[in-house]
């Protein structure tokens, strides 16, 4: 069983940048399809982004399109989330979450393997 652990949240501004990371273990990273979900204060956790374990196809949420950037380095056993032009709507706890799915779904049930969590913070 695969285990991740998320990195790489804080506190920023409105238009800044930020760099999420995940590092997996215990399981062949590469038979995993990744993503990251958020959930903000009295809200449902959401689908950001995922990118798919074999063709390394990329799906994102309206809302983060164009802003945020998925990407993995199977030899390092990671993925990241390059997130540009913060908002404060972005602000939540992301999550890193894998599948054996071959493709990226954007439904909670879909992943059983899941991380605590990283706190992302943008004031306006």
């Known amino acids: 069983q695969v285990q991740v652990v998320e990195s790489g949240g804080g506190l920023v501004q409105a238009g800044d940048s930020l760099r999420l990371s995940c590092a997996a273990s215990?399981?062949?990273?590469?038979?995993?399809?990744m993503a990251w979900f958020r959930q903000a204060p009295g809200k449902e956790r959401e689908f950001v982004s995922g990118?798919?374990?074999?063709?390394?196809?990329?799906t994102y949420a309206d809302s983060v399109k164009g802003r945020f950037a998925i990407s993995r380095d199977n030899a390092k056993n990671a993925v990241a989330l390059q997130m540009n032009s913060l908002k404060p709507d972005d602000t939540a706890v992301y999550y890193c979450?894998?599948?054996?799915?071959?493709?990226?779904?954007?439904?909670?049930?879909?992943?059983?393997?899941w991380g605590q969590g990283t706190q992302v913070t943008v004031s306006s």
């Open positions: 990118i798919s374990r074999i063709s390394g196809r990329t």
């Open positions: 215990g399981g062949s990273f590469s038979s995993y399809t």
């Open positions: 979450a894998a599948t054996i799915n071959n493709v990226v779904l954007r439904t909670i049930q879909s992943y059983g393997y």
